[in-house]
Structure formats: C-alpha cells, structure tokens
C-alpha cells in the first residue's frame, strides 16, 4: 500500500517559482511511475509531468515544459516538483500519483491507483 504527501503549496506572484514536495511510503519500487497532476477550479484533473521512479524517463505536458521540473530522491523517497516562472493559470490543486509500471501513457490519470490529498498553488498575477 502506498501512502503519498504533498507538501508545499502556498501563494505566489507570477513569475516566481515553488518547489512541492511529494512524500511516498509503503513500497515504492523502481517498478512504480510517480506523476504530477492537477485540478483548476471548474476544469478537469490535468496531466503535468511524470516519471520513471528510476528516474530515467521523464515527461511534461506542453503548458510546462521548460518551465517545471520533476525530480526525486530515492533515499529519501520523495518526488518534487520544481515550478519556475509560475503563471496565474498554474493555479490549482496539485496533486501526485503513483502507479506500477506500465506501457499505457503516463498521462492518464486513470492508470494510477495511488493518490495523495493535494496541495494548493496559487499565482497572483
């Protein structure tokens, strides 16, 4: 059973950055996939990034590529999200995922079966 924390979230001008945090225990393995997603009021859940918990893929959705970052520390078993040069329509609740491994894209979120509670971000413009 794996157990996610996100961790933070908070507010920020736009054009600044955040890093969230996503603490994972209870098993991870180099057979799970860890993805960000997340939910803007009145939209549906949204793909960010996701990764190999090996670390050796990586993909982003093209609203943030070059401007946010996955990454993680195995010995820490924790996954992070680096955000630069947030916008207002970054706003929303960010959400990780974790899933066992599998050849469907990264993308969809209903390939993954562990969540966590979500943090919020918000970009004042």
């Known amino acids: 059973q794996v157990q996610l924390a996100e961790s933070g979230g908070g507010l920020m001008q736009a054009g600044g950055s955040l890093r969230l945090s996503c603490a994972a225990s209870?098993?991870?393995?180099?057979?799970?996939?860890v993805g960000w997603f997340r939910r803007a009021p009145g939209k549906e859940r949204e793909f960010v990034t996701a990764?190999?918990?090996?670390?050796?893929?990586?993909y982003y959705a093209d609203s943030v590529k070059g401007r946010f970052t996955i990454s993680r520390d195995t010995a820490k078993n924790t996954v992070y999200l680096q955000m630069n040069s947030l916008k207002p329509e970054d706003t929303a609740v960010y959400y990780c995922?974790?899933?066992?491994?599998?050849?469907?894209?990264?993308?969809?979120?209903?390939?993954?079966?562990?969540w966590g509670q979500g943090t919020q971000v918000t970009v004042s413009s």
């Open positions: 995922a974790a899933r066992s491994r599998t050849f469907l894209p990264a993308s969809m979120p209903a390939t993954y079966f562990y």
């Open positions: 209870g098993g991870t393995s180099s057979n799970y996939d």
């Open positions: 990764m190999t918990w090996s670390g050796n893929k990586a």
